[in-house]
């Protein structure tokens, strides 16, 4: 299988560039979208336009992937799902990845990462347990 970069993961990453987080949602049945791809995986419809989620969501699962501290210490991985029901993999921040856990309130944030913009989540109030 080759990695192939389609058109519109490049036009989200410069968008995600530009500071600016977007999802995709149907013109057509209206659902949620994301990864970013052309035509709407629920009904078929290529009408996909922009959108800006809210932003927050809630940890569907997660892993503490294990690193030294001199490389910058253990943190997670994590799959996120967002209150407009896409899920996406991602990394919270400023928590020690011992407490990410399932349910866990996130927000998403545009970081900067290497010269490129990075899409990582923080914790957010108010935990749905
Ligand atoms: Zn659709």
């Not at 970069?5 to 995600?16: C, D, H, S």
């Not at 994301?34 to 940890?59: I, K, N, Q, S, Y």
């Not at 210490?73 to 400023?94: A, C, K, T, W």
Request: glycine share 10%; hydrophobic share 40%.
């Amino acid at each position: 299988m080759t990695e192939q970069t389609t058109g519109i993961e490049i036009a989200w990453q410069q968008k995600l560039d530009g500071g600016e987080f977007v999802i995709q949602q149907c013109g057509e049945c209206k659902r949620h979208v994301f990864f970013p791809r052309e035509l709407c995986p629920h009904c078929g419809a290529d009408a996909l336009g922009w959108v800006a989620p809210v932003g927050l969501g809630t940890v569907y699962a997660v892993t503490t992937v294990r690193r030294a501290a001199e490389a910058g210490g253990d943190y997670n991985v994590s799959l996120i799902d967002l209150d407009e029901g896409v899920r996406l993999m991602s990394r919270v921040e400023g928590v020690d990845p011992a407490e990410v856990t399932i349910g866990l309130r996130v927000k998403a944030r545009v970081a900067k990462q290497d010269e490129r913009a990075v899409l990582l989540f923080d914790r957010a109030e108010g935990d749905a347990r």
